[in-house]
C-alpha cells in the first residue's frame, strides 16, 4: 500500500521561500508521476505542479510559474517544491499526489495516492 508524507510547511512572510518535500514508501516511486496540488479555505483543490516518471518534464499552474520549482529524487523516493518570492495568496494545504502510469495529468481524480497535506501560511 503506497503511503506518502510531506513536510517543510510553515509560516513564512511574503516574499519569503519554503521547500516542501513528499516522501514515498510502498510504490514503485520511479514509475510514478508525481504532482502538487493545494486547497486555499473555501476553495476547490487545484494542481499546483507535475514533474513525470523520468523527471524531464514538468508542469506549472500559471501563477506559480517562475517561482515554483518541482523535482525529484528517484534514489530517495522523494518530490521536492522549491517555492519562491511567495505571496499571501499562496496560503493553503499543500498535497502531493502519486499517478501510474507516469504521466502528469492536472485533474485530482487521476491520482493513485495522496500524502496528509501540509499547511503553508504567507503572511502579508
Known amino acids: 500500500q503506497g503511503q506518502l508524507v510531506e513536510s517543510g510547511g510553515g509560516l513564512v512572510q511574503a516574499g519569503g521561500s519554503l521547500r516542501l518535500s513528499c516522501a514515498a514508501s510502498?510504490?514503485?516511486?520511479?514509475?510514478?508521476?508525481m504532482g502538487w496540488f493545494r486547497q486555499a479555505p473555501g476553495k476547490a483543490r487545484e494542481f499546483v505542479a507535475g514533474?513525470?516518471?523520468?523527471?524531464?518534464?514538468?508542469y506549472y499552474l500559471d501563477s506559480v510559474k517562475g517561482r515554483f520549482t518541482i523535482s525529484r529524487d528517484n534514489a530517495k523516493n522523494t518530490v521536492y517544491l522549491q517555492m519562491t518570492s511567495l505571496k499571501p495568496e499562496d496560503t493553503a494545504v499543500y498535497y502531493c499526489?502519486?499517478?501510474?502510469?507516469?504521466?502528469?495529468?492536472?485533474?485530482?481524480?487521476?491520482?493513485?495516492?495522496w500524502g496528509q497535506g501540509t499547511q503553508v501560511t504567507v503572511s502579508s
Open positions: 514533474i513525470s516518471w523520468t523527471g524531464d518534464t514538468t
Open positions: 510502498g510504490l514503485t516511486f520511479r514509475r510514478f508521476a
Open positions: 499526489a502519486a499517478r501510474s502510469p507516469g504521466v502528469v495529468l492536472r485533474t485530482e481524480a487521476e491520482y493513485d495516492y
